[in-house]
C-alpha cells in the first residue's frame, strides 16, 4: 500500500486519530456522509452522525479492519447534530472515546463515551464533560499518568465565540481574532476519572521563534486554525494543528504538555480538498502521519479518505517527511 492510496474506500472518512493500543493501531476517524447542503464556512455540509473504528496490525498493512458503528448520534442525550473529528485515549484498563457535537442550543462541546476495548463500543455519558466547548479534541496521556485534553477551533468550531470565557453567540461573525494576537487553542487537565476537568481551561501559546511572542491575528500561515494534537518525542512536546484557510499542518516543540510550544516548520504541504487534519503515532520505533484528502470523492471537500506517511526526526528534532540520509 502506497502513501498515496486511501487506507479505507468502502466508505468516507477524515481527521484520523492514529494510536497503538495492544499491539496494533487503532484509527478513530470522522465518517463522512454524502449531503446536498452547500459548502459554506459554518461546515454545515459535515453532517457527520456515527463513528466507526477501524485496525491494522501495523501502518504497513495492507488489511484495514472495519470494527462497525461504535458510537451514533441517537445514543447520546445532549446532542443535536454534526458528530466532528474524535479522539481516543486509554487508562486504568478502560478505553475513552472523545467527540465534538453541537448541543441543543447548536453550541459546540465535547463529549466522552466509555468502553472495555480499543474497537468500542463505547457508552456515552448522559452530558458533555463540564466547561468544554468547540471542537477536534485531542487526548494526551504522559508518562506519569496525567492526562491533557487539547481543543478548539476557529470559524465553524466557534472557537471566537468564547474569549470571554463565555459563550457570545453575536461574535460567532468575526471568526477569528480581528486585531492583535491570533486565537489559542485551549487545553485542561484531566481528572483520573478522564471524564471531566481538574483544571481550569487554559490556552495553548504558539510562540514566534523570531520574536518569542505568539503569532499575530493576520499570519494565517502559522496561526492555529483547528486540529490539535500533542505526542512526545525524546523529552519534548509536540503540539501539531491545521493553519485551516491556508491548509498547511505546522508544529511547535516545548518542555510541558502546558507549553508554551515554540514554532518548529511545516509538516504536510496543502492536500486535495479544503480541510487538512493529521495525527502522529509511533509504532515499534518508527513514526507515521496519518491524515486525509478528498481523492477518493474526486474532490469533494466534504467526502474525504484517511491516508498515511512515514516521518522522520533529524539531528535537531525537526520533523520532516523526507528520510534523513
Known amino acids: 500500500m502506497s502513501d498515496a492510496t486511501p487506507l479505507i474506500t468502502h ?5 484520523p486519530s492514529a494510536h497503538t493500543f495492544n499491539g496494533r493501531v487503532y484509527i478513530y476517524p470522522s465518517h463522512d456522509i454524502p449531503t446536498d447542503i452547500v459548502d459554506n464556512d459554518n461546515g454545515d455540509q459535515y453532517a457527520m452522525n456515527d463513528y466507526h473504528v477501524f485496525s491494522m496490525s501495523s501502518p504497513e498493512s495492507d488489511e484495514v479492519i472495519d470494527h462497525g458503528v461504535v458510537l451514533k ?26 467527540f465534538p457535537a453541537r448541543d441543543k442550543e447548536g453550541i459546540f462541546r465535547i463529549g466522552v463515551a466509555v468502553g472495555d476495548a480499543p474497537e468500542g463500543p463505547f457508552k456515552p455519558d448522559e452530558n458533555y464533560i463540564p466547561g468544554s466547548y468547540s471542537i477536534d479534541p485531542a487526548c494526551f496521556v504522559d508518562d506519569d499518568g496525567k492526562a491533557y485534553l487539547y481543543f478548539g477551533g476557529i470559524w465553524g468550531g466557534q472557537l471566537q465565540c468564547w474569549t470571554t470565557g463565555k459563550f457570545v453567540r453575536e461574535h460567532y461573525e468575526n471568526m477569528e481574532a480581528q486585531s492583535g494576537e491570533a486565537l489559542s487553542p485551549r487545553v485542561a487537565v484531566l481528572n483520573d476519572d478522564m471524564r471531566t476537568f481538574a483544571s481550569e481551561v487554559k490556552n495553548v501559546v504558539i510562540l514566534d521563534p523570531e520574536t518569542n511572542k505568539p503569532f499575530l491575528h493576520e499570519d494565517h500561515a502559522r496561526r492555529f486554525f483547528e486540529a ?24 511547535a516543540v516545548g518542555d510541558s504538555p502546558l507549553g508554551p510550544f515554540t514554532y518548529g516548520g511545516r509538516i504536510l504541504e496543502p492536500v486535495v480538498g479544503w480541510t487538512t487534519h493529521h495525527s502522529i503515532v509511533e509504532f515499534e520505533g518508527r513514526w507515521w502521519l496519518y491524515y486525509h484528502d478528498a481523492s477518493l470523492s474526486g474532490g469533494k471537500n466534504h467526502l474525504r479518505c484517511v491516508k498515511r506517511r512515514e516521518i522522520w526526526y ?3 528534532g525537526k520533523i520532516t517527511v523526507v528520510k534523513p540520509e
Open 73 to 98: 448520534q441517537e445514543d447520546v442525550p445532549w446532542v443535536s447534530k454534526q458528530l466532528w473529528a474524535p479522539d481516543a485515549a486509554t487508562k486504568d484498563g478502560k478505553y475513552y472515546l472523545y
Open 314 to 316: 533529524d539531528p535537531e
Open 228 to 251: 490539535a494534537w500533542l505526542h512526545k518525542y525524546n523529552g519534548k512536546y509536540y503540539f501539531s494543528y491545521s493553519t485551516g484557510d491556508t491548509h498547511y499542518l505546522c508544529y
Open 11 to 15: 466508505v468516507y472518512t477524515a481527521d
